[in-house]
């Protein structure tokens, strides 16, 4: 994304603001109310009403879940994980971590040999055999499980939670943002758009309203027929619907085929060739890489605004990159001013060599990184 640096210095105008976190708030708290820092011990409650107290920095962190693990890694925090599950194995490195995956499920041996501090469960796997994450619980392990996200705006709040409870507050608040501001780019770029119908289909499924899902399609500017048709959550799509709905986009993952029958094969999406497959981890994981699905079925359903979408990208890269350099400059000048003024005595001098070139680094640092960095989704 090409906002990194812009989220990146306003978390670390906050830390040197000296902003502390609550010690305690609710899972389902928005990202917009946590602060850049972290603090421990910090007590949560998860979406099953538990209160959950995590004592310290969490060190050794076992996701349960693939969307967990892919959060973690794009927090830049994958060194702090040390186990996964088996459909996380797509992630870089995941293999040199313990497989917490069972032939029945998660499992609970594997998960306590690994002694976490702390065990990330999204609601997805807790339903699935919440028996076993109170096994976790009675071997006092500190587990949180998330709600299930219902748009992305739910996965960028979620982004930043993990974030704060593992102690990566400061990417937490970082790649949250880049995902809002991503969104608010897209709408900007959609503005007055024709938005054509779109179906989700995998196996015989559909995304339907109150889904992440739906809201990559939405926010690309397609119509989510399902939605439309009254379908809720993840449901099972007949195929005189299908034929009633005629989709003129769908939107497949890449390990689901493509959908053909003689309903299927009648819509204009099939007729057209316009079947947009997207790599399962992004389509179909409520995690940060959900913004690439939406990007590239806005490359492929609206073009045009595909392009202006970029260049709102980045004008706002270019913008947080000249703030960079102003701050620098003002922070190299201050330095000056301090060096050279008469007044000055050996102790403050002293002083301003420790703090005024050390902050001036640092921003220098993020705004090197930042033009690095934009380059990473590209």
Known sequence: MNRQLVVALLALATVFAG????AAAAVDQTAQQQPAQCTFPMTVTDATGTEVTITDD??????????????????????????????????????????????????????????PDLVLVPNSSYNAEPDRVGQL???????????????????ANKTERVGRMTGNCEAGVERAGEMRESMEHMRQALDGAERPVGLNSFF??????????????????????????????????????????????IVVPDHAPVPSSPAYNSTTAIQ?????????????QPAPRAIEAS??????????AYERYQQ????????????????????????????ESPATTE?????TESDAPGFGVVVGLAAIGAVVLLARRR
Do not use: C
């Not at 995304?207 to 959550?233: P, Q």
């Not at 102790?347 to 002083?351: A, I, V």
């Open 272 to 284: 057209e060739g316009n079947v947009i497959v997207i790599e399962a981890h992004k389509l179909q």
């Open 204 to 249: 015989g499924y559909t995304s339907g309203s109150e889904t992440f899902i739906s809201d990559i399609m939405t926010t690309a500017g397609l119509r989510n027929g399902a939605a439309e048709a009254n379908l809720t959550g993840f449901a099972q799509i007949n195929e005189e619907l299908v034929v009633d709905m005629n989709p003129e986009y």
């Open 19 to 22: 902003v502390p976190a609550p």
């Open 137 to 155: 619980r009675s071997a006092d392990i500190s587990v949180v499980v998330f709600e299930s996200g219902k748009s992305l705006d739910a996965v």
């Open 58 to 115: 969490p060190g050794r962190v076992v996701t349960t879940n693939p969307s967990a693990a892919q959060t973690m890694w794009e927090l830049g925090a994958r060194d702090e994980v040390v186990g996964v599950s088996q459909y996380a194995m797509y992630l870089d490195g995941a293999s040199e971590k313990g497989n917490v995956s069972g032939s029945g499920g998660l499992n609970v041996e594997a998960v306590i040999g690994l002694e």
């Open 295 to 304: 990007e590239e079925i806005l490359e492929a359903v609206h073009p045009d």
């Open 312 to 339: 709102l990208e980045t004008e706002s890269a270019t913008d947080a990159t000249e703030n960079a350099t102003e701050t620098t400059a003002d922070a190299d000048a201050t330095e000056t001013d301090a060096t």
């Open 347 to 351: 102790s403050s001098e002293s002083t």
